[in-house]
Each structure stands twice: as C-alpha cells, then as structure tokens.
C-alpha cells in the first residue's frame, strides 16, 4: 500500500521563477494539506484541498496556488519566487476531519 | 490566536535514560493533539492521536499523555534509533488545519 508520494524530491530554482510541486495522496485518502518547513521549525500550514476546492488557506499569499484533480493527487504552485520560498514542502493526506495527517517526504526547494 | 509551544527546544540522553517532553498549547477549542516523529530528511511520521484530558496511549518505549493545557512524550530507557525531531500538532474545532509546535530534537547517545 503506498504511502504520501512527492515529486520532485529536490529542487533549484532561480529568484522570480515559478515552480510546481506535486502530490500522490495514500490509497483511501480524499483530503491533501500541503505544509512548509523551514529549516529548525515546524511546518506552517499554506492550504487544504477537498473534493478538488481549497477548503482553507493558511496566512500565504495569492503567489502560492494549488489543485486537487478527480483522482485526488494535488499540485501546489509557488509564482514570483523569493529566496525566502526556501523550504522543505510537505504534502499530507488524510480521510475524515478528525484524521491525523499522513505526510510524504517532502519536496526541498532551493531558491537562489 | 492558536499558538503550539514545545520544550526543550533541544535534549541530549545517554541510552537508558528516561526524560519527558512537553507541548503546550492554547486553542478556542481542541479537535485533537497529534504526535509525530521526524527524522533528518524525512516527512514526520504519525505517533499518537490524544483527544480529551487524561487520555493516555502508549507504543514501545513512547507513552503520550494529555491535560487541558499540555501534553507529555514520555520516553522509557531510550535507545539511539530514538533519536529524531518530535513534533506536536492540535486541530481545531473551527477549521481544518493542523497548528504544529517547532518540534524537540531527541538524541541518544549509545
């Protein structure tokens, strides 16, 4: 059974580039939450997706966009990059509100 | 405004020896507190879910507890694969979010 799947597993990206992150949930899950990590904290949430809307959206602004399709997988878009997008991006799914969270490794974004 | 704290921020043991961890928090209303454990790398991984005070769930040498205002990771005879960052999160009653806490950074030293 395979778990949270993210790709890609690092990424360099340029100042003011876009980039595209994306999602494979758990086998069963319907609900993607994507998180960011910077280096020594915890994840902050950026937003969540159900049924293929954005649910609720955490304190980031409009450059960081998102999408769930029909099969549950989920893409999160960053525009305009600063170097300050450097972060590890979680991806997590879970079925149900009160479910914990299951998480992928991470995609490791380098803005330079 | 939902706010996670965790202390120590960072803790060092020598196998063997047992330590709690703490994560205090302050929500308008508790969904539910999450453990996880993370290692360098990796995404966290899902330990415990704890949903009402004086709960108490256990696996291996981790035990979690939970009061009104904090919870315990309680670390029996450590061993060096024990070693990784624990994280705690709460969901709230009002939205859909989980509020993580920055994490403590376990290491056991053989």
């Known amino acids: 059974d395979a778990g949270v799947t993210q790709s890609p597993t690092h990424l360099i990206k340029t100042r003011g580039q876009q980039v595209t992150l994306r999602c494979s949930p758990k086998?069963?899950?319907?609900?993607v939450s994507w998180y960011q990590q910077a280096l020594g904290q915890g994840p902050q949430f950026i937003f969540q997706?159900?049924?293929?809307?954005?649910?609720q959206r955490g304190n980031f602004p409009d450059r960081f966009s998102g999408h769930q399709f029909p099969n549950y997988s989920s893409e999160l878009n960053v525009n305009a990059l600063l170097l300050g997008d450097s972060a590890l991006y979680l991806c997590?799914?879970?079925?149900?509100?009160?479910?914990?969270?299951?998480f992928g490794n991470g995609t490791r974004l380098t803005v330079t | 405004e939902d706010q996670v704290t965790q202390s120590p921020e960072a803790l060092r043991l020598q196998e063997g020896e047992s330590s709690s961890l703490n994560c205090s928090y302050t929500v308008s209303g508790l969904r539910g507190l999450f453990w996880y454990r993370q290692d360098p790398g990796k995404g966290p991984e899902f330990l415990f879910t704890l949903y009402s005070a004086g709960e108490e769930k256990e696996k291996e040498r981790l035990k979690a507890t939970l009061t009104k205002k904090e919870s315990f990771l309680h670390i029996t005879a450590p061993k060096p694969e024990d070693s990784a960052t624990y994280l705690c999160a709460v969901g709230t009653n009002y939205g859909q979010n989980f509020v993580f806490g920055p994490g403590t950074r376990l290491s056991v030293l053989p």
């Open positions: 997590a799914s879970s079925s149900g509100t009160n479910s914990p969270l299951h």
């Open positions: 086998s069963g899950h319907d609900t």
């Open positions: 997706y159900y049924e293929e809307e954005e649910r």
